[in-house]
């Protein structure tokens, strides 16, 4: 079964810091991969997106993560983090061939980041 | 545009009552899913379709029932409610082709079964 791994479930960082969040899936087959945030009683934002092609994906808010085939990675970075990063972080990915032959998307349990001044 | 909406916001159920999420969207997505989130426990998926008349179920779809009479609708049916359903709820569309696949996601329902 596909199933997608954040190993961290809370991430604490200091303002201006890098900050990594990881994300492993797994998968016999080819995968689209998603990160999303969520602040505070919202609902889920698209943060970046890797469908096919450069492994090296850019996304909003300064945002960018690694499609890592070799390691089933997709790990969320940023160089420098502000204090409105903080939010949940939630790693997704789309697997097709269901039982009715459509897709569906599976979420990871989310990483907390928490951004400290 | 609209996006995707939900009704109610919150609501405060007692066992056994049975109730109904709205889910709405006015971009005419194809895809539309039904998540609940827990502490802990990240997104978990409920239900799924992918286009009127289409549903299947998710990870966790036991007390739930959906339809999809339309493009833009996806209603959530919670038959029998029980405390274990007590959850924040969302619904979500995205169109499911090429460099445009992107999940929008409503604001939630928080559902309370006492």
């Known amino acids: 079964a596909q199933s997608v791994t954040q190993l961290d479930s809370q991430v604490p960082v200091f303002e201006e810091a890098p900050v990594e969040l990881r994300c492993n899936y797994s998968?016999?087959?080819?995968?689209?991969l998603f990160w999303y945030v969520q602040y505070p009683n919202q609902g889920l934002q698209l943060l970046l997106k890797y469908l096919s092609g450069s492994t090296l994906v850019k996304g909003i808010n300064g945002f960018e993560a690694e499609f890592n085939k070799s390691q089933t990675s997709f790990h969320l970075r940023k160089p420098s983090v502000h204090i409105s990063d903080s939010a949940e972080y939630f790693c997704a990915v789309r697997v097709g061939l269901t039982t009715s032959g459509t897709y569906k998307y599976i979420f990871g349990t989310g990483t907390r980041l928490k951004v400290l001044a | 545009n609209a996006g995707v909406t939900q009704t109610p916001k919150f609501q405060v159920l007692k066992t056994g009552q049975s109730m109904t999420l709205q889910c709405a969207q006015d971009?005419?997505?194809?895809?539309m899913s039904w998540y609940r989130q827990d502490p802990g426990m990240g997104l978990r998926l409920i239900h799924y379709s992918v286009g009127a008349g289409i549903t299947d179920q998710g990870e966790v779809p036991n007390g739930y029932n959906v339809s999809r009479s339309t493009t833009e609708d996806f209603p959530l049916r919670l038959l029998s409610a029980a405390p274990s359903q007590t959850s924040v709820y969302f619904c979500?569309?995205?169109?499911?082709?090429?460099?445009?696949?992107?999940?929008?996601f409503g604001p939630g329902t928080r559902l309370l079964v006492l």
């Open positions: 979500a569309s995205s169109y499911s082709q090429g460099s445009r696949e992107t999940q929008y």
């Open positions: 971009m005419n997505h194809e895809y």
């Open positions: 998968s016999s087959v080819s995968v689209y």
